[in-house]
């Protein structure tokens, strides 16, 4: 028994020390994972929101052009 809570102590400790460069941090292995990918999940939504406003402008150049074209021959 004394073994098992030995290996178990060591283990919780080592997972302890496994943020960047092994350095000991207040957060597990996992919560330092999670919040990077957390972190690098809302760079992706702010580029994806970048992506959307650009869209969004070619949409608005197209309408432009489409309702130019319109008049154009309307006048004709």
Same mark, same amino acid.
């Given at each position: 028994?004394?073994? @098992?809570?030995?290996?178990?102590?060591? =283990?919780?400790?080592?997972? &302890?020390?496994?943020?960047?460069?092994?350095? %000991?941090?207040?957060?597990?292995? =996992?919560?330092?994972?999670?919040?990077? %990918?957390?972190?690098?999940?809302?760079? =992706? &939504?702010? &580029?994806? @929101?970048?992506?959307?406003? %650009?869209?969004?402008?070619?949409?608005?150049?197209?309408?432009?052009?489409?309702?130019?074209?319109?008049?154009?021959?309307?006048?004709?």
């Amino acid at each position: 028994m004394q073994v @098992d809570e030995t290996l178990g102590a060591a =283990i919780l400790r080592a997972a &302890s020390m496994l943020g960047n460069g092994n350095a %000991s941090t207040p957060m597990g292995a =996992i919560e330092a994972h999670g919040m990077k %990918s957390f972190e690098g999940a809302q760079g =992706i &939504s702010n &580029s994806l @929101d970048e992506v959307a406003h %650009s869209l969004n402008g070619i949409a608005d150049a197209i309408i432009y052009l489409a309702d130019a074209i319109k008049e154009k021959n309307a006048a004709d």
